[in-house]
């Protein structure tokens, strides 16, 4: 079995401020992560993965995230957020990095991210 | 190939009608996935395709249900005599098999609304 806490659902920060969203996942093999972003009316898009490879994650614009194993989480984080960050984040976990399987994805419930300009 | 395809983008049918919908997968991914989004929640597991043979369902995929990948290229979902309780986004996503290592790509949705 496997599921994903997204511990805030909905994060407030400045414009030029750092952003965290935070995650933590169970699973009952080895894991991998994604964080996916979702602006009003779009697609959800892929950010980054974590696929048993180096543990310190980077993404695209800017954003990166680090897998601790001992504290089964997965955090999001960008140095500095822009206006156009503001979206809703989810973070999912699937099993393993075995080729086979279902490889379906289970969602968090997701954090909303606003920027205050 | 630009991506995943879905239609419509919008659908409004009344209690009771019959609704189907289409995705069109990236064309050399052999894996394709159904999900269902409601307001404020995360996307959740419908179903899913290898090629062309339907290899898991979910239990929130009640017998009014249905899904189809005929050939192993575009797929639809087809939903009976629809209740309210059916009103969400429905996301297509691809992938190869091995897709927690080169990632999923998700349609842009079709918004079912059932008055």
Known sequence: AQSVTQLDSHVSVSEGTPVLLRCNYSSSYSPSLFWYVQHPNKGLQLLLKYTSAATLVKGINGFEAEFKKSETS??????????????????????????????KLTFGTGTRLTIIP | DTGVSQDPRHKITKRGQNVTFRCDPIS??????WYRQTLGQGPEFLTYFQNEAQLEKSRLLSDRFSA??????????????????????YLCASSLAGGKRDGYTFGSGTRLTVV
Do not use: W
């Open chain 1, 74 to 103: 997965f955090h999001l984080t960008k140095p500095s957020a822009h206006m156009s960050d503001a979206a809703e984040y989810f973070c999912v976990v699937t099993q393993g990095a075995s080729n086979f399987g279902n490889e």
């Open chain 2, 28 to 33: 050399e991914h052999n894996r394709l996935y």
């Open chain 2, 68 to 89: 189809e990948r005929p050939k192993g290229s575009f797929s639809t979902l087809e939903i009976q005599r629809t209740e309210q309780g059916d009103s969400a986004m």
